[in-house]
């Protein structure tokens, strides 16, 4: 198979100190963090079709993955208990806008888009879009700038390949599960999606030997928590936790959980963590 890419998390531990150490829940704004305690619950909007970040587990019927023990991690320092609510792209930042959900732990990008409209903490994750082709296709980008791509809805993937292929046909799924059906099918030539996602998708896939995941890079992207505008002291309780995760080797014991050899994962176990 070929090199996959490097994953990194990033704990940005002097950019979270400093950016949102000082901040406090403005007095114009309802306290959404006040609102959470009083209740007793946060709701985290998650995926449920996107291993390994989270799924359900065949046996419990439970949500579980990467980004669920983030927010399970997240809740147990609030002081609260978990309510998951299940996700995907395209209703990610609707959920948390409807007041349906508090928080995004949804393997979410951070983007100056979705920055106008929502907050993000500091980055946890670092991945890059990949492809996902059969095995016997081109092993080069720019050798499907016609080609029929399939992305999920809603996901910054889909719109790198409208910028990057303006001559392509792009498709659009409601969850990746559901784009690699159509790659089978022979509906589409190519599919992208998080290299991490691609690797969990491809390692549990019975068919495996039949497809290959291209080690150029579509982009690289920061991945954070979604955090209603303007909610500060709820964003500065994220980011410190976020922080303490990565000080008690939390977030490591995490990663290795879902990205580890045990996960028979094609991905690079070491991750390389960076203060800014």
Do not use: C
């Amino acid at each position: 198979m070929a090199q996959q890419f490097g994953v990194q998390r990033k704990a940005l531990l002097a950019l979270a100190m400093v950016a949102f150490g000082g901040m406090a829940a403005s007095s114009a704004q309802a306290d959404q963090l006040a609102d959470i305690k009083k209740a007793g619950v946060v709701k985290v909007a998650t995926f449920d079709a996107n291993p390994p970040f989270g799924s359900v587990d065949a046996k419990t019927h439970e949500i579980v993955g990467y980004d669920v023990d983030f927010a399970k991690a997240l809740a147990k320092s609030l002081g609260v208990k978990l309510e998951l609510v299940a996700t995907n792209p395209a209703n990610r930042i609707p959920l948390l806008q409807s007041g349906k959900a508090d928080l995004i732990v949804a393997d979410i990008t951070i983007t100056p888009e979705r920055g106008q409209v929502i907050d993000f903490s500091t980055p946890y994750f670092v991945t890059g879009q990949q492809f996902l082709v059969p095995v016997k296709s081109p092993d080069k980008l720019d050798d499907y700038s016609r080609a029929r791509i399939g992305a999920v809805k809603g996901t910054t993937g889909e719109q790198a390949l409208h910028q990057r292929y303006p001559t392509a046909r792009v498709l659009a799924y409601d969850d990746i599960p559901l784009a690699l059906t159509a790659l089978r099918n022979g509906n589409v030539q190519a599919i992208t999606q998080d290299s991490t996602i691609l690797a969990g998708l491809l390692a549990g896939a019975p068919d495996k030997a039949n497809f290959k995941i291209l080690p150029d890079l579509l982009s690289k992207e920061e991945i954070g928590v979604g955090v209603k505008k303007g909610e500060t002291a709820l964003l500065k309780a994220v980011n410190e936790e976020l922080v303490n995760l990565e000080k008690s080797g939390e977030a490591s014991r995490i990663y290795d959980t879902w990205f580890g050899p045990a996960t028979q994962t094609p991905q690079p176990r070491s991750f390389t963590i960076e203060a800014k």
